[in-house]
């Protein structure tokens, strides 16, 4: 049965500042995800705490913020059969020292907090999170 998806995926200030971009949205397309929509921008901290609250509690969160405020991203929505899991099974593991030969994370990660990516990880978060971004 079809299930086609949406999927919420941001290249992150690492991966824009060393222009992988291009790079990247290649890796998407050729493992057959549609995109839908992108747009380049500049978060304020404060939206980035916003986009992030779900790890609010997290020892991490404050410099998750900074960082993903810190220099221009490049949002977009993947479609898919399945494009949750696709986008996170390419992304790879959330710390780039685990992911596997192939992935994104893999290929271009500096560290857990530079990994070059973001990808939604449930339906209801990638409507969440396609909703903060391209809602007219
Ligand atoms: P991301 O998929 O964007 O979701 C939250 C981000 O927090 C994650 O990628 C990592 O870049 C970052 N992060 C930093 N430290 C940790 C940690 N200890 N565990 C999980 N994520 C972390």
Redesign the pocket.
Known sequence: MSNLQQTLSIIKPDAVERNLDKEIKGMFKSKGFLILKEKKIQLEKSEAEKF?KV?ETKP?YND?CAYLSSGPIIVMILEKENAIIANRELMGS?NPKDAKEGTIRKKYGIS??K?SV??SDSIDNAKIEIDFFFKD
């Open positions: 992030y790890h991490f998750l959330t857990i907090d990994n973001h990808g």
